[in-house]
């Protein structure tokens, strides 16, 4: 895949826990410059959270978000 940062081509894979919910998803390494993580599609599939947008918020039953090493 390529982006502004050139060809993605590496891969993290992450435990990620929202509430009682906990999976493990595949998370694309590039250059976001100010982020540090994204979560996007996937999460959002798996999780299904609810957002206020309005005000650019995430519904506090989400919360919160927890990630770590599959394999630290």
């Keep these: 895949m390529e ?3 050139g060809s993605i081509t590496h891969y993290i894979d992450l435990s990620v826990q929202t509430k009682n919910i906990c999976r493990d998803i595949r998370f694309l390494i ?3 410059r100010h982020e540090d993580i ?3 599609y ?3 599939l ?3 959270p ?3 947008w ?3 918020v995430i519904n506090e039953h989400t919360l919160p978000v927890v ?3 599959v394999n630290p």
Excluded: Y
């Design 42 to 44: 996937p999460w959002l």
């Design 30 to 32: 590039t250059n976001t």
């Design 38 to 40: 994204v979560l996007g």
């Design 67 to 69: 990630i770590w090493s």
């Design 46 to 48: 798996t999780f299904e």
């Design 50 to 52: 609810q957002f206020n």
């Design 54 to 56: 309005t005000n650019a």
């Design 3 to 5: 982006n502004k940062a």
